[in-house]
């Protein structure tokens, strides 16, 4: 059974950083791309970034190019997303997810909040 658990949000400050984690489990890791998405409140889903298999390549959306850097550790099944420069328009829950092969997983999210 696929399972994606994310974590690591919380309540910070502008300005403030945050890494959210995604710890996988239920197939294969290491040979699919993982994607994060975020939905701020009382809008839609909005894609934020996507890493491949092997962690060496990751796109974004243009908006959070520079603040935002994905990662992965293959040996812990588990995707990160470093944010920096947080603005309260980050303010959203974020979740990772899984296409295999159109079939889509998702994490219960984990909620960003910067405020001051």
């Known amino acids: 059974e696929v399972q994606l658990v994310e974590s690591g949000g919380g309540l910070v400050q502008p300005g403030g950083s945050l890494r959210l984690s995604c710890a996988a489990s239920?197939?294969?890791?290491?040979?699919?791309?993982m994607n994060w998405v975020r939905q701020a409140p009382g809008k839609g889903l909005e894609w934020v970034s996507r890493i491949n298999n092997g962690g060496d390549s990751t796109s974004y959306t243009d908006s959070l190019k520079g603040r935002f850097t994905g990662s992965r550790d293959n040996a812990k099944n588990t995707i990160y997303l470093q944010m920096n420069s947080l603005k309260p328009e980050d303010t959203a829950v974020y979740y990772c997810?899984?296409?295999?092969?159109?079939?889509?997983?998702w994490g219960q999210g984990t909620q960003v909040t910067v405020s001051s």
């Open positions: 997810y899984l296409d295999v092969r159109g079939h889509i997983y």
């Open positions: 239920g197939f294969t890791f290491s040979t699919y791309a």
